[in-house]
């Protein structure tokens, strides 16, 4: 036998008391009220059943518009909020906030937008007011459907993984630190410095880069709450936040710190490959070390380019090295996680403006290895500094490129976003060229200067001081780089220039670098184990660009660098010290809070038909195997819905947006229109 | 079945048992039969006071019962026409207890199905333009025909097919298609035993509050379809869920109670035991519920795999078009 | 007479002259509800025929809430998500994805104009395409006139039969 009946009514339940619900209608200061008449909408919304106070006042928002609402819970003992003002996008925080000053619970509140949605889009003033009060009141009917609800708290452990090891992990591993939270701190290569160890010199203070990041190793080699692991790579990951299982391997480093003479090794060592640090513009050995001063400071065999053939050991009388080294796996406990994955260049196509075919094309990455004296060139360029040399910078590589216009990367997509750093790092090198060769011609291709940041525009200046030419070009018609006919030059680049009207110019170079843009490090498992939501951009997409930039959707995640989006070491610092901030706030609280819209199956209604737990996207649904029942963690889900629509009996609810609460919105919203045909109840639904 | 406080409501003596059938297939009185030599049983206990399609009952007949003189009748089929509905407020009048027996008195049925058509195009298809029919004459059926002996009328159509809840009171349901033996002895066994549930027009007896999912045997692997098949097109895989493999079945979004018969024969649920859950529309819900386990990432993908499932209103709708949300065609 | 011409429900009452679209959308928050905050910061203007239901994700719009807005009296619906490959909780959007265009063949067979239905991807940026969207769909529905399900199936009788005598009561 089975009861099918739906017991609840309305707001009210037999035995509790009816919803005591107060309407808030702000007047924006004009930027409703111009339009719409508020004082109408709240007193249509005064007819709803169970209103029992309306208002409205010009900035609910403010200091005093808050108080007021505060003040009217307690005054007509209020069990239910409304306020009609702005996106909820802007202060629907701001206003749980203050329900819950006023001893309310903060989800009994219902925010209705009336602004961007009403008064900024729609010219004729019935029209807007007509449909403010049609919202407001559909909100109320909402509104009194709604129950109290508990942000959902869970324990954290004490303790922080850091993945990635380049300037944004260290920042966020040594600020982690330095507030007493216990870090493990993992790089997949067996060096730490990422990209910036490849950089020569750095905007905007001219420093040089390597310098600056040994600073910042150090403080995380010495600290005692931070444990450093080098080539160590994830290999699953569970749990959720507060509690994150994360399995990783370590590769073997063949080498140990009781290895007293690297050179020797090294020197001895027979194999070589090209050299992934120096952008393939030197080689290396097997056994390697990227650059003086790296950490940590002794080097690692790269096992696929050894054959252990046992040189190295010869070399130093077998202590340090161990060519039978086996890799290990660990599992690391942690409470958090910060993503500091990084970028890595965009790699021009072969034959893209030449890069591959003329050897005289470089990209700036490359430029910058043969800048750094401790690089493959030793700090020498092919010229000496009397040649009148003839340089070129070309913008926008792999960057703002166009559909149609560029060739696509193998997954079929353009780059299609602006690199960001790439103008002011090339003005960079620009003053930098032609501060050491002052007989220079240096010509910049570009397409639009965005040297944005503090300091970056004397780049630009200077360099336009120096005699720097500029030559715009337009994105549609890339310029084209090609061998000289005559012989005279290694290379010529041909485009119109769009500052003097279009201008078909042609520009001989001895040299070409090439501006590239950056791509995210590619992360595909991680992505696939956190459940990171990616941009269409492919780097991984924040929850709130502009209120929670630094968080995922998957809590206890935080995104820390280029893994987010292109930014210099300036911006990735700050976003590194930002999430390592929320990460310890996290940890701090012992505890943390979600939004509690989560799903729920009601074990009554379930019928086993195992749908949900294909359908969730978190893997947050499982299966009481011994009831036959479906169970939602509440740790797990992420309150999408998706369930909750998917089931066919209608089992699983979402707090905060079920059925009920939608459909009341609906019943006020579709009510009788003038001008509508004779129309009856609807259809009997039977439940 | 348990009780739970309500009366029995049935007269002293032997139970007056009714059944009758109104847009119907005769499916669900043979059903009565299937509860096999409990027949035998069923008559020590029971008189059977209607059931015109076993033995001549005049509609007079019954109109003079005293009022309530059925304790139970088991009204089967759909209403379509005026007499349907007529029979079905006498029998209302004249039974105790009136209980919506299988799929059409309960969701429609089958022929409800006729409710995303006129009676104009169907009348159309099934007297005119069907190739096979020779009827020069264009003759249809009409409500009034005059001949030398008299004037005869005949029961107006309805533009759609109701349940017998849109036209009385109706105290409870029995789902299926027809409902399996099994559980109308066990309901029959109750209502003889007096041992009820209250009256109300949402209770479905005969049945459990589970979808035909929990009760197959087929082991779910939790993967998405990445392709549909037709039945009759394409060998199902055995122990393996006929919806994950490709077929449309309609396990999830069917109520329990039939014994997973079909699948277990190696063929799609059907959905004849209708809507399950607090689900009131059973096509949508079948729709929510494939809709959301395809295997496509990409809108080619997700076009390519809808255009696979042959008439989704018919498949998901079959037997409960008249209980759906939008409930027939404009 | 028969049987046909009899029961034919009367005649559709003819447009008012003072009815106006009435559509309902479905957008997820984190995208598409952003994107007609867009809209509504760039000040651009949109008929006010469109009321919008705010759910955290475009797969939380369970179909048979779009029946129930067209049976309750819906002239359009439109539904809209994240871009494919956007979604804040990953793959909430794939379910939209393939569960509309399976919805968009049932409600053709029952006589809904798929110019009534509509869903989009909108992203927050996209407060331009929101407001052309709103343009479009709006015009298109006054275009196909006016839906009124529930007048509809009261005019043909569904749900309800004639309320005739029980047989033998007649005279």
């Given at each position: 036998m089975f009861d099918a009946t739906d017991?609840?009514?309305?707001?009210s339940t037999p035995g509790v008391q009816a919803p005591r619900v107060g309407v808030f209608v702000c007047h924006c200061g004009g930027n409703i009220s111009d339009v719409v008449d508020v004082k109408r909408v709240a007193e249509e919304a005064a007819r709803m059943p169970d209103v029992v106070f309306t208002t409205t006042h010009?900035?609910?928002?403010?200091d005093p518009g808050q108080a007021l609402i505060e003040q009217k819970i307690r005054e007509h003992a209020l069990t239910r909020v409304v306020v009609a003002a702005c996106s909820p996008t802007l202060h629907q925080i701001t206003f749980r906030r203050a329900v819950e000053r006023a001893?309310?619970?903060?989800?009994l509140f219902e925010h209705v937008n009336i602004r961007e949605h009403v008064s900024w889009v729609i010219e004729d003033k019935e029209a807007a007011t007509a449909k403010a009060s049609r919202l407001v009141r559909a909100a109320v009917n909402r509104a009194r459907l709604l129950v109290p609800l508990d942000k959902r708290r869970i324990p954290i452990h004490p303790a922080a993984l850091v993945i990635g090891g380049g300037v944004a992990g260290l920042m966020a591993a040594r600020d982690l630190g330095d507030r007493g939270m216990k870090v493990t701190l993992i790089e997949n290569?067996?060096?730490?410095?990422?990209?910036?160890?490849?950089?020569?010199n750095v905007f905007p203070t001219n420093e040089e880069a390597r310098p600056l990041l040994s600073d910042l190793v150090r403080d995380v080699v010495k600290h005692p709450l931070i444990t450093i692991l080098t080539g160590a790579h994830v290999v699953n990951s569970e749990g959720v936040v507060g509690d994150f299982k994360t399995k990783i391997k370590i590769d073997a480093r063949g080498v140990d710190e009781r290895l007293t003479y690297p050179g020797n090794a090294i020197a001895a060592c027979p194999e070589e490959t090209i050299s992934e640090f120096d952008f393939a513009l030197s080689r290396r050995k097997a056994i390697y070390m990227p650059y003086p001063g790296c950490f940590p400071p002794i080097p690692a065999i790269d096992w696929h380019t050894c054959t252990k053939c046992g040189k190295c050991v010869a070399a130093v009388g077998g202590k340090g090295i161990n060519l039978d080294a086996k890799p290990r796996e660990l599992t690391l406990h942690s409470g958090v996680i910060i993503l500091a994955t990084g970028y890595d260049p965009y790699e021009p196509l072969?034959?893209?403006?030449g890069y591959g075919i003329f050897p005289k094309v470089i990209t700036l990455q490359q430029l910058h290895r043969m800048l750094d004296p401790e690089g493959p060139t030793a700090g020498a360029l092919p010229f000496d500094s009397n040649t009148p040399v003839r340089i070129g910078f070309l913008h926008c590589v792999g960057a703002r490129q166009i559909d149609g216009v560029n060739a696509p990367q193998p997954d079929g997509k353009v780059k299609d976003y602006c690199a960001r750093t790439c103008c002011t790092a090339a003005m960079h090198a620009a003053v930098a060229l032609r501060e050491r060769f002052p007989k220079s011609h240096i010509t910049s291709f570009y397409q639009?200067?965005?040297?944005?940041?503090?300091?970056?525009?004397e780049y630009y200046e200077q360099a336009s001081q120096q005699g720097v030419l500029f030559v715009r070009y337009s994105p549609r018609h890339p310029p084209r780089v090609d061998k000289d006919r005559a012989g005279k030059w290694p290379i010529v680049v041909r485009t119109n220039d769009l500052l003097t009207d279009g201008l078909p110019i042609e520009v001989p170079l001895d040299l070409l670098v090439l501006a590239t843009g950056v791509v995210p490090h590619d992360i595909s498992e991680l992505v696939t184990m956190y459940s990171c939501a990616v941009g269409y951009d492919s780097f991984l997409l924040e929850v709130h660009p502009k209120l929670r930039p630094v968080e995922l959707a998957v809590s206890g995640v935080f995104l820390a660098g280029c893994c987010q989006g292109p930014m210099d070491i300036t911006e990735a610092c700050s976003a590194a010290s930002a999430a390592a901030s929320k990460a310890a706030a996290m940890i701090s609280q012992g505890q943390v809070e979600m939004d509690p819209f989560i799903a729920s199956v009601d074990e009554e209604v379930c019928t086993g038909c195992q749908t949900c737990l294909t359908v969730c996207p978190y893997d947050a649904i499982v299966r009481d195997e011994a009831r036959g029942l479906a169970i939602v963690s509440e740790a797990l889900c992420t309150g999408c819905g998706t369930c909750a629509a998917a089931c066919p009996s209608s089992a699983i609810q979402q707090a905060g947006f079920n059925d009920r609460q939608v459909r009341a919105e609906i019943d006020v919203l579709l009510g009788p229109v003038v001008g509508r045909g004779p129309v009856q109840a609807p259809a009997e639904v039977v439940t | 079945m348990t009780t739970n406080g309500a009366t029995s409501d049935r007269q002293p003596g032997k139970l007056r048992l009714g059944m009758y059938w109104a847009s119907s297939c005769g499916g669900c009185d043979i059903s009565l039969l299937e509860i096999g030599e409990h027949l035998l049983e069923l008559i020590e206990v029971a008189d059977i006071v209607l059931w015109p399609c076993v033995a001549d009952f005049k509609y007079r007949t019954v109109a003079d019962y005293p009022d309530g003189y059925i304790d139970v009748c088991l009204f089967n089929g759909g209403i379509r026409s005026s007499e349907q509905e007529q029979i079905a407020r006498l029998v209302r009048r004249k039974s105790r207890t009136l209980v919506a027996y299988g799929a059409c008195a309960m969701d429609g049925g089958i022929p409800a199905l006729a409710n995303l058509k006129s009676t104009r195009e169907i009348f159309d298809a099934v007297y005119h333009s069907n190739p096979s029919l020779q009827n020069p004459g264009h003759v249809e059926p009409q409500t009034h025909w005059a001949t030398p002996q008299g004037d005869l009328e005949l029961p107006r159509l309805y533009p759609q097919v109701l349940r017998l809840a849109d036209v009385v009171e109706v105290d409870y349901q029995i789902p299926g298609c027809p409902p399996v033996g099994t559980q109308v002895w066990k309901v029959l066994q109750a209502v003889v035993a007096g041992e009820v549930p209250a009256r109300n027009a949402a209770v479905r007896v005969g049945c459990d509050n589970r979808s035909v999912c929990d009760e197959c045997h087929r082991e779910k692997r939790k993967v998405r379809i990445k392709e549909f098949k037709r039945p009759h097109l394409a060998i199902p895989e055995p122990n393996w869920c006929l919806l994950e493999q490709g077929f449309v079945c309609l396990g999830a979004s069917t109520r329990s109670g039939c014994g997973a018969l079909c699948p277990k024969a190696e063929l799609t649920c059907r959905g004849c035991y209708g809507s399950a859950g607090l689900a009131t529309d059973q096509g949508t819900a079948m729709l929510s519920a494939i809709g959301s386990v395809m295997d496509a990432v990409t809108e080619e993908r997700a076009n390519e795999l809808v255009g696979q499932i042959a008439d989704p209103t018919g498949t998901f709708y079959r037997f409960s078009l008249a209980s759906s949300t939008l409930k027939a065609h404009r | 007479m028969s049987q046909v011409e009899t029961v034919q429900p009367p005649a559709e009452t003819e447009t008012p002259l003072a009815w106006e679209p009435r559509i309902i959308a479905f957008l997820c928050y984190w995208c598409s509800y952003t994107g007609a905050d867009n809209a509504g910061t760039s000040r651009l203007k949109y008929p006010a025929n469109v009321d919008i239901i705010r759910v955290m994700c475009s797969g939380r719009v369970d179909p048979d809430l779009i029946m129930i807005a067209f049976a309750q009296g819906a002239d359009g619906v439109m539904v809209c998500g994240c871009h494919i490959g956007d979604c804040h909780y990953i793959a909430g959007n794939h379910k939209t994805m393939t569960r509309m265009p399976l919805l968009s063949r049932v409600l053709q067979d029952f006589g809904i104009e798929p110019e009534r239905f509509v869903h989009e991807w909108v992203s927050a940026a996209e407060g331009d395409k929101f407001a052309r969207l709103v343009r479009q769909v709006t015009e298109q529905v006054r275009q196909v006139g006016p839906l009124d399900w529930p007048g509809r199936m009261y005019r043909r009788g569904v749900g309800h039969g004639e309320d005739l005598q029980p047989w033998g009561d007649q005279a």
């Open positions: 017991s609840a009514a309305s707001g010009m900035f609910h928002c403010s001893g309310l619970n903060q989800y290569r067996p060096f730490l410095g990422g990209r910036m160890a490849q950089l020569w072969l034959g893209e403006y639009d200067m965005r040297t944005y940041g503090r300091g970056h525009e | - | -």
